[in-house]
């Protein structure tokens, strides 16, 4: 017989919503997840938590919160850290997910004003989806770029944009353009930011024999197409190797504390980076990564972007299950030179 | 199982069970409940992925399609809600049913479906 894995899994529990009903004055519902509550107005959305006997309250401009929210959905809680902004945020223990409030904001924790609840991925993951629903009006596009989708996301609740926020998002399994694999973006137009991008496709020559088997593509004219911003869309898949493409305008909407190595490759344009300690918000570089120019993100930091100008970036992620234990233990160490 | 053209696609795989291979007893496999089993041998073993509603099975590759990665992240720990399966690492939500992905990031895709037969309580791989 085969190899048994250990214990079973049992739990078809359905997931509920803690959600209450539309504000009179603005429409917004409130929602709660946890000792978690989140409430949104006109502007804002306030977070908060317990602390010290009391709740501790954690306000951020709707627009960025819902443009963390929608990344921190498309990406299944990501890798590692995902900071809204220096005080709230989630941690991916896969399977599992971390809320915190003020945990990675060195002054908040040490003060004992920070909190921290563990939830069951799906079901947090529903009461984030059921936020973004309720949150987002007509005509705001969280993953697009502000000078793309404006101010609709002002004023009290109008209308939605489910179309935004559950847009259709591509997997690859091997590598756009194969067959039954994802296609190539051709039905999607060209980003007003990459209108000078040619839009060929590469001429592949084979020895008689390897007909079908050697595939190329014009990554520049896939991303010149790209309709998101700070979103990444794997395009090569090799074990555990991922390639994560992605263009990116204005400003990373998270500040990512990943667990694991990331490697950057500059492929147009400029981003500056902003390089902090993944524990503390210390401050430690500030990088500016022109075309050309690769960086590995340690495992220690957590780093938010800027660009001004559209551009390309190629995120080179490791998908090893086993990394973060592996940094967690120190097994690793958190940067792959030493200089 | 689900007529997707993934249907047969495990043949393919490394260390793919053949039809007839013994995989456990059915009483090993508590009713609503998710084992994992492996074929093969080192890093790259063939993971196969039991659930069981009542007398019913259902088995796939356990091989999310988002990230092509393992559906769980610790041995035989899986997310079960409401007739869904969830992928532990980006939170993809696949059917119980027929292995469709009906939310999250690689929505529209399918878990590779791999036939199951029982014979006198013991659950086989089946021949279609």
Known sequence: MAMLESKATTATAPIVVKASAPDPRTHYRKFELGAFQFERDEYFVTISWPAKGARQQHRMSADAFLRALMRDVAWGFFYGLVNFDGMFGTRNLYGRVEFFGGRYNEAYHKASLSYVEQFDSPVAMETCKSMLRDWCNAGFDPFAAPAETGSTWAGPKNGDNIAAIERFRIATKRMPGLAGDSPLRDDLPVNRAFADVAQDEPEVNVEPGFEGKLHAFNLFKYLSRSDVTWNPSVTSVCRESLYCPTTEEYILPIIHGNDRVEWFIQLSDEIDWEVADKETGRPRARVLMKPGDVAAMPADIRHQGYATKRAMLLVWENARMDLPKLYETGKLKPYPVEF | ?128
């Open chain 2, 1 to 128: 199982m689900t007529g997707t053209s993934l249907d047969g696609a495990w043949r393919k795989r490394e260390f793919a069970p053949t039809a007839g291979t013994s995989v456990c007893r059915l009483s090993e496999i508590p009713d609503g409940a998710a084992r994992e089993f492996s074929f093969g041998d080192g890093r790259e073993t063939f993971r196969l992925l039991v659930l069981r509603s009542g007398e019913r099975l259902r088995a796939y590759v356990n091989f999310c399609p988002h990230f092509s990665l393992p559906l769980n992240s610790e041995p035989d720990k899986f997310l079960l809600f409401g007739g869904r399966i969830y992928c532990a690492n980006h939170t993809a939500a696949f059917r119980i049913e027929d292995g469709y992905c009906e939310d999250g990031p690689c929505t529209g895709d399918w878990l590779e479906p791999v036939p199951l037969a029982v014979e006198q309580g013991v659950v086989k791989i089946g021949m279609t």
